[in-house]
């Protein structure tokens, strides 16, 4: 059974630093997709990486991934309080009928203070 | 122009009620989905529907079941609703392939 998992799961950050979100995965897989959730509200699309050593760039977050170590990192510059949100990595299994069932990790929950 | 839309936003039911959560995209898209999303805010694939095949989860219980009318509809059906059925529950879509997932706005379900 695949497994998602995230850390930290609760991140306290101070505007302009950097900090980086890690992902881990347990079995093969090169379909990774982070997505961003504000309180009480939708999931929001951010990258989807389909290939070993993808990197994906948007304004202050960049992901990547290295399918050979199954991680996906989601690193974030110079944060500001719109950042503040949980963040979720989702894998796909990819196999046979399993196709775009993500599988989610619990999520990390960043918030940016001034 | 809402890609994805669900109805009702809000559900408050009594244990035992069967209830129904509609689903509509506008995508043009080929495979649907609903997640549940519980309490600690985790989130786990309940079930994938394309014209052609339905994806279960087989840790989901048989009261749920998903019906789809048409290729731009999967509504979620559930029986005999339990204390632990609480939760949000999120219809996305997507193209077929490895292409990202767009989600609706949610439902929050309360049972009581």
């Known amino acids: 059974e695949l497994k998602v998992e995230q850390n930290p799961l609760f991140l306290s950050m101070q505007e302009g630093k950097n900090y980086t979100i890690y992902c881990n995965y347990s079995t093969t897989s090169d379909r990774l997709y982070w997505y961003r959730q504000d309180p009480g509200k939708s999931l929001e699309s951010l990258f989807v990486l389909l290939s070993n050593g993808a990197v994906k760039q948007e304004g202050r977050l960049m992901a990547s991934l290295d399918t050979k170590a199954r991680l996906s990192t989601l690193h974030i510059t110079a944060a500001v309080h719109d950042l503040s949100a949980t963040y979720f990595c989702?894998?796909?299994?990819?196999?046979?009928?399993?196709?775009?069932?993500?599988?989610f990790g619990k999520g990390t929950k960043l918030s940016v203070k001034p | 122009d809402t890609a994805v839309s669900q109805t009702p936003k809000y559900l408050v039911t009594q244990m035992g009620n069967d209830k129904s959560i509609k689903c509509e995209q506008n995508?043009?898209?080929?495979?649907m989905y609903w997640y549940k999303q519980d309490s600690k805010k985790f989130l786990k694939i309940m079930f994938s529907y394309n014209n052609k095949e339905l994806i279960i989860n087989e840790t989901v219980p048989n009261r749920f079941s998903p019906k789809s009318p048409d290729k731009a509809h999967l509504n979620l059906h559930i029986n005999s609703l339990e204390l632990g059925d609480s939760a949000v529950y999120f219809c996305?879509?997507?193209?077929?392939?490895?292409?990202?997932?767009?989600f609706g706005p949610g439902t929050r379900l309360t049972v009581l």
């Open positions: 996305a879509s997507s193209q077929a392939g490895p292409l990202r997932q767009f």
């Open positions: 995508l043009g898209h080929d495979t």
């Open positions: 989702a894998v796909d299994p990819g196999y046979g009928g399993s196709q775009g069932n993500l599988i």
